[in-house]
């Protein structure tokens, strides 16, 4: 895996975020096609870069494009 994989991958979190909205975190790899562990690698790189918020949902967490990641 390189960064290049990682970038798409995060790519994919973001339009699948901005296109179904709030979505559980074991949700993501299975909706996108995804690996897990890259799916959680390039929510590290959204949240890094401030594009996503989370929530605890018993044992899973919520996650959710901020409020301005959708007026872009």
Do not use: Y
Not at 13 to 24: F, K, N, S, Y
């Amino acid at each position: 895996m390189d960064l290049l994989e990682l970038g798409e991958a995060a790519g994919k979190v973001w339009q699948g975020l901005a296109r179904h909205g709030p979505t559980l975190s074991k949700n993501l790899p299975p909706a996108l096609g995804l690996e897990s562990i890259l799916v959680h690698m390039a929510l590290g790189w959204l949240a890094r870069e401030g594009k996503i918020t989370f929530e605890r949902k018993g044992g899973d967490l919520l996650v959710a494009l901020r409020a301005e990641e959708l007026k872009e």
